[in-house]
């Protein structure tokens, strides 16, 4: 038999690779807003753009920076008392809606996207849970999000 065979892992992967370890966010380490009375809660995480240049003093000319994906595995939302009726929970790549949902029940609710949501390079993820009524108070969170690693 000619030729040479690699060894792979149970996905199918070469048996050495591995995925590279999310990053903190930098922006907002614990991923999580709480919202005023009657009012939005927003949380907004951002990445680099992928503006300028890859080169470090002393290290020669190098390719632009590449702009990197936030990665969004999961999201919570919860209202303080049942909200009014039709109050939307948005989330959002840039200005495009990705995910969106009616809420009428107080408590939390826990979203998990299988594989994780990957949102375009460059782009801010915004997480909005729309107001919910006089007194009513929303929080939002992103808790396993994370910037890609380069």
């Not at 503006?51 to 390719?63: I, L, N, R, V």
């Not at 408590?107 to 107001?131: E, W, Y």
Request: hydrophobic fraction near 40%; include cysteine.
């Amino acid at each position: 038999m000619a030729g040479s065979l690699q060894k792979l892992n149970v996905f199918g992967y070469p048996a050495d690779w591995t995925l590279e370890p999310p990053e903190p966010n930098p922006c907002d380490p614990n991923n999580t807003v709480l919202g005023s009375a009657n009012a939005d809660a927003v949380l907004t995480l951002t990445t680099d753009a992928g503006q300028g240049s890859g080169a470090s003093e002393g290290s020669g000319p190098a390719g632009p920076v590449q702009a990197r994906p936030v990665i969004v595995p999961q999201l919570f939302y919860s209202y303080s008392a049942p909200p009014a009726a039709g109050t939307l929970v948005i989330l959002k790549d840039g200005n495009n809606v990705i995910f969106q949902e009616y809420c009428r029940t107080i408590g939390a609710a826990q979203i998990d996207f299988h594989p994780p949501l990957r949102a375009t390079p460059g782009n801010s993820v915004t997480l909005t849970a729309k107001a919910g009524g006089a007194g009513i108070t929303a929080v939002v969170s992103l808790p396993n999000a994370y910037v890609l690693a380069e």
